[in-house]
C-alpha cells in the first residue's frame, strides 16, 4: 500500500473468503494488514576491523512503527470461469483500525494511539485458472479511510478529534481457491 501524501509504501497481507454464489458474483469477508516501520540513526563513528571490514557504529535517534487492520464485507464480480485470464472487480465496506507507535531517542518522548473509523475498498484485476477452483490472481486496489480518536487537550482544556488519513492505492499478488 502507498499512501497518499509523503510516507513510505508499507507491506500488505491478507485474506478473503467468500461464498461464490454463481460463476461471476462472491460475496464475503476479508481482513488486511498493513505493517510500516522504520528507524532514524546518526553515524557515531566508522572504524576498520580485522580483515579490512568497516565497522559503523550508530546511534537510534527514532523509531516508528504502523499496523493498519481493515476488516472487509465484499462483493466481487469476476468474468466467466472458463476464460484463460478472468477479469475481477470488488468493492467493500470495512472498519479500520490503526496502531501507531513512536519513540524519539533524544528527547525521550514516546508516542502510542488507537484510530479507528469506516472505509472502503475497490479494485480490479485477473486471475489464472490452474486446476480446478484454484488460481493465482493480481490486482490493483484503492484503500480509502478517515480514521479518528479523541484526546484531551490540556491547553484548551476541553476534547479535541484527532484524523489520519489512511487513503491510498496498492497491488496484491496471491493464489485464490474454492472447495
Do not use: C
Given at each position: 500500500?502507498?499512501?497518499?501524501?509523503p510516507?513510505?509504501?508499507?507491506?500488505?497481507?491478507?485474506?478473503?473468503?467468500?461464498?461464490?454464489?454463481?460463476?461471476?458474483?462472491?460475496?464475503?469477508l476479508?481482513?488486511?494488514?498493513?505493517?510500516?516501520?522504520?528507524?532514524?540513526?546518526?553515524?557515531?563513528?566508522?572504524?576498520?576491523?580485522?580483515?579490512?571490514?568497516?565497522?559503523?557504529?550508530?546511534?537510534?535517534?527514532?523509531?516508528?512503527?504502523?499496523?493498519?487492520?481493515?476488516?472487509?464485507?465484499?462483493?466481487?464480480?469476476?468474468?466467466?470461469?472458463?476464460?484463460?485470464?478472468?477479469?475481477?472487480?470488488?468493492?467493500?465496506?470495512?472498519?479500520?483500525?490503526?496502531?501507531?507507535?513512536?519513540?524519539?531517542?533524544?528527547?525521550?518522548?514516546?508516542?502510542?494511539?488507537?484510530?479507528?473509523?469506516?472505509?472502503?475498498?475497490?479494485?480490479?484485476?485477473?486471475?489464472?485458472?490452474?486446476?480446478?477452483?484454484?488460481?493465482?490472481?493480481?490486482?490493483?486496489?484503492?484503500?480509502?479511510?478517515?480514521?479518528?480518536?479523541?484526546?484531551?487537550?490540556?491547553?484548551?482544556?476541553?476534547?479535541?478529534?484527532?484524523?489520519?488519513?489512511?487513503?491510498?492505492?496498492?497491488?496484491?499478488?496471491?493464489?485464490?481457491?474454492?472447495?
Amino acid at each position: 500500500l502507498d499512501p497518499d501524501g509523503p510516507a513510505d509504501a508499507g507491506f500488505v497481507a491478507g485474506f478473503r473468503g467468500g461464498q461464490q454464489i454463481d460463476d461471476v458474483f462472491q460475496i464475503g469477508l476479508g481482513l488486511d494488514w498493513r505493517n510500516k516501520s522504520g528507524r532514524s540513526f546518526e553515524t557515531a563513528r566508522e572504524t576498520i576491523g580485522p580483515g579490512g571490514e568497516t565497522i559503523i557504529v550508530r546511534r537510534d535517534i527514532s523509531r516508528y512503527s504502523s499496523n493498519l487492520f481493515p476488516a472487509l464485507a465484499y462483493i466481487q464480480l469476476s468474468g466467466p470461469s472458463h476464460l484463460t485470464l478472468v477479469p475481477y472487480v470488488g468493492a467493500a465496506a470495512s472498519w479500520q483500525v490503526l496502531f501507531l507507535q513512536a519513540d524519539d531517542f533524544t528527547t525521550g518522548e514516546t508516542f502510542d494511539a488507537t484510530f479507528d473509523g469506516f472505509g472502503w475498498q475497490l479494485w480490479g484485476g485477473a486471475a489464472l485458472p490452474l486446476s480446478g477452483r484454484s488460481r493465482l490472481m493480481a490486482e490493483l486496489f484503492m484503500n480509502q479511510a478517515d480514521l479518528n480518536r479523541d484526546v484531551f487537550d490540556p491547553v484548551i482544556g476541553q476534547d479535541i478529534r484527532e484524523t489520519v488519513r489512511a487513503d491510498g492505492i496498492g497491488a496484491r499478488f496471491g493464489m485464490s481457491w474454492g472447495f
